[in-house]
């Protein structure tokens, strides 16, 4: 059987290859970037001039939005739509559910002499009313008044979903109460990035810098994912309810040999790259980098930076598009954490910084000696911000999939560090031991020259197992788990930036006005500064268990999983941060600590269901057969007097292995079934219990798997899953 499979899967990847539609190579990314999507350009062709000014205003100067804008753009997008074959609309939201969410509604609204109208006003634009009781909310929203409100995000422009048989507009929109409380990832992180300008904007004033309107962070995250072949995935019932293998035993080759990593693309992936970007470009999504990743069927895509508000939103439709290509191509695209147990698992690097509306990347060095002291305070401003929130920052990459990710030699761990590099972290020692940093007199830092010395940008200079890294001109953060939506991480760095930076900032200003001069103001307060956060900063290896002892030494957190991470997320001062910046308030925190809590439980509990039931309804049977098959053989041979005692001894090994994985079945149903009320006690159940239970069930089918004979085996093995491309 497994052998046919493999043979059928080839005839299936070539097959696929030959029949999937693509249009002649080459593309030409200029001509098509961003055709699907009703941006400036777009706007400016079509609205009247005062219109389009005003809105304008709004996406890059944050100017509140003029309503009596709104049945204007709403006539212009329908037209937009509806010439490129759009019939229908909807509101495109990010629910606490993580992912993206839509409900469609016809431009056409049949009437009564049997015709049709088209209609898409003002009001269907700005605000729309999707049937959306059932999103978690965090008890935000009692059931009487259940529905929340989808809002437009003129900052973030629609763009067209195509499909064979038809299309529609989608708008990026803020999901809300009606008493103005998120219920969404959109809105705090846009009021993260408010409260980044304000804090950003303080801190330049101090520098001279007064001509910037506004200041917004960057995102740019490497997506990794798996493809396999869709064949392989339907019979795989741990793949498809859980988007993880809950057994299997690693391949004799794994990654060891790295020759994945890099490695040609191979064809039939290669055409659904190709498929998944052109869409991608289409929708003005600036996807750049694609390369084969670690594991054997990993890869990675990767796009240029923006405005952190857009990026999270193309970082959704990146995952959508790559899931929605791979099918045209017989593949599935697993983004998962960790799709298969033993090799290495899939995160998003979040590449951070900030930049201003007049071109400024803020963590960019630059070789201006003039900016050396703006940037090391943005920079200190950095280290502070990791430094006093590393339990946010591991609470924003806190999920059941990370879990298994973070820590395991693959990932960095759940330890927060910031690695900055030789040169700076020198520059940074030096300004701990109180160096004066004054372009005058003996150069920079007395280094006898007046810019910074050259900081590292290639990649070769890199610490790959830091969980945040200077590399060059923006942090890198690369605990993020490759299934999450980047929304929280990047609102957990802009108000702890945020913070952070107004911290300084005072600093700076008491300084001053206790009469130092600018330079001796800053200095002082990046020493202090540098003083209280330094044991955030390691250059070492992270991966390594000198570091777990040193970090412990430190007082740095070790928060290993989503549960100890969960747990300090209403301590006094996260409540205090996302309050005072107003991003969230304590409801709004608490809602979400809730809800990742149930989720959490949730996760856990469909596993340890599906890992149950496979084992009993898939496994054990396997398993039973070949046992039968034994020991009728071991008899018969001893009827008839032959040789039988290695028959024997297999069956009888055979037969162990099927009493531990009753054992370990049996012990799963049972922690399973505890019914826990309090959410905490129940994830911490879920946690200490089920996932060992879990584990001894996988382990005992993973014996049992080196034994069965393959041919009735019931699932497909890691072998056929990752090396059939
Ligand atoms: P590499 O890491 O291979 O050197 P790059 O540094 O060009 O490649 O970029 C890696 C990712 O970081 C890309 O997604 C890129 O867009 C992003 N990036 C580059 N500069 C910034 C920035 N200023 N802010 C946010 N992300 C950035
Ligand atoms: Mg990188």
Known sequence: ????????????????????????????????????????????????????ERLLATIENNEPLDSTVADTVATAMKEWARERGGTHFTHWFQPLTGSTAEKHDSFITPNKGGGAIAEFSGSNLIQGEPDASSFPSGGLRPTFEARGYTAWDPTSPAFLIENENGAYMSIPTAFTSWTGEALDYKIPLLRSIAALDVAARRALALFGVDDVRNVYSTVGAEQEYFLIDEEYYYRRPDLVTTGRTLLGTKPPKGHELDDHYFGTIEDRVLSCMLDAERELYRLGVPVKTRHNEVAPSQYEIAPIFENSNLGADHQHLIMLMLQKTARKYGLVCLLHEKPFDGLNGSGKHNNWSMSTNTGLNLLDPGDDPSQNLRFLFFCAAVIRAVFKHQDLLRIAVATAGNDHRLGANEAPPAILSVFLGEALYDIFDKIAQGATISNKEGGFLGLGSPVLPPLPRHSGDRNRTSPFAFTGNKFEFRAVGSNQTISFANTVLNVAMAEALDELSSSVQAQLDGGAAFEDAIAQALRESTLETKAILFEGDNYSGDWHAEAERRGLLNLRTTVDALERMLDEKNVALFDKANVLSETELRSRYEIWLEQYVITVNIEAETTQAMAETMVLPAAAKYFGELTATATQAKEIGVSSSGMAATASATGDLIDELREAIDQLKAVNMTHIEDGHAHAVHMRDKVIPAMDAVRLACDKLERVVPNESWPVPTYREMLFIR
């Open 1 to 52: 059987m497994s052998r046919l499979m493999d043979d059928y899967n080839v005839k299936a990847a070539t097959k696929f290859v030959q029949s999937a539609k693509s249009p002649p190579l080459p593309i030409d990314i200029e001509k098509i970037f961003g055709e699907n999507v009703f941006g400036l350009e777009a706007m400016k062709s079509r609205l009247p001039k005062k219109v389009y």
